[in-house]
């Protein structure tokens, strides 16, 4: 049970997967592992004897140990597998949710938010949460959720996401829209509340994740956070393994309040939440000083 009353079983029901293949692959392989160390179990003797016979160089014990070695690795990596099965399933279920909410308890007061941004909302988990909050708090407020352009080929279609709103009864505060996460189709200054939930890292990674090319492309997305959010407005980013980068780059653009919770692990690596403040003004002495977001001076 989640820390919002929901099990695992409710919340897959309304959103299903983003990505199944992944755990499925892992299962597949875990049961064909599973299925091996078990022959090596039931036919262990059968198993030394051809040993030997085919490696007549090797001695019985030898062949013995042989045999054991391959037959533990087989489990060994059955149940690893298995956990990493499951914990794909739970991060992208039951984990999702859980850090959707503490993503929403972030924002302080959602009752003067008008406009919010969910960038990369896939089946609408974050999406709806959000929207939920919003009606929760009373306020007239509306969230985007902005499905990336070729991002997904096999992801959830704009119409999926928001029958989850309808699902969740929260339609009337969702809108939906294809964009380019790298150039935002909204104008300077234009939401109160940016989020975005393990998308930000999959950004580049036509170029290799380690690339430069790579992570030039996730500070341009970054950037274009920054950009869209009115001064004052809050960002909060659910992200896997770049939130170092991330950090940095929000000091370089001289983000307020920045806040990195602690680690939790998220489909088999670290992830944090990331939470940040747009600062009312920017002063260079006496004079203020507009930054420039877009971050378009990399290669």
Not at 30 to 59: D, K, R, W
Not at 84 to 101: E, G, I, K, R
């Amino acid at each position: 049970m989640g820390k919002s009353g929901r099990d695992w079983t409710q919340i897959y029901a309304i959103y299903g997967m983003d990505d199944w293949h992944t755990p499925f692959f892992l299962l597949i392989h875990a049961v064909f592992f599973s299925a091996l160390s078990v022959f090596f179990l039931l036919y262990f003797e059968p198993i030394c004897f051809l040993t030997q016979h085919f490696l007549p160089i090797i001695g019985p014990g030898l062949a013995r140990f042989i045999a054991g070695f391959t037959g533990s690795v087989t489990a060994l990596s059955a149940v690893c597998l298995f956990f990493a099965a499951a914990n794909f399933l739970y991060s992208s279920v039951s984990l999702h949710w859980d850090m959707a909410q503490r993503m929403v308890n972030s924002v302080s007061d959602w009752s003067s938010v008008k406009q919010a941004l969910d960038l990369g909302c896939g089946r609408g988990i974050l999406l709806n949460a959000v929207a939920m909050q919003l009606k929760k708090s009373g306020s007239s407020g509306r969230v985007v959720g902005l499905d990336p352009t070729g991002a997904r080929r096999n992801g959830p279609s704009t119409l999926s996401t928001l029958r989850t709103a309808g699902l969740e009864g929260v339609q009337e505060y969702v809108t939906c829209r294809a964009g380019d996460p790298g150039t935002l189709p909204f104008s300077d200054n234009y939401f109160d509340v940016v989020v975005s939930s393990v998308f930000v890292h999959t950004v580049g990674k036509e170029f290799g994740a380690k690339s430069a090319a790579a992570g030039a492309e996730r500070m341009r997305v970054l950037g274009e956070v920054v950009r869209v959010l009115k001064p004052g407005g809050v960002g909060v980013v659910w992200d896997l393994v770049h939130v170092p980068e991330f950090v940095q780059r929000l000091h370089e653009l001289r983000m307020e309040d920045i806040r990195v919770s602690e680690r939790v692990t998220a489909f088999m690596v670290s992830s944090h939440i990331v939470s940040f403040k747009k600062p009312n003004h920017h002063f260079a002495g006496s004079n203020e000083v507009r930054l420039d977001w877009r971050f378009n001076n990399l290669c």
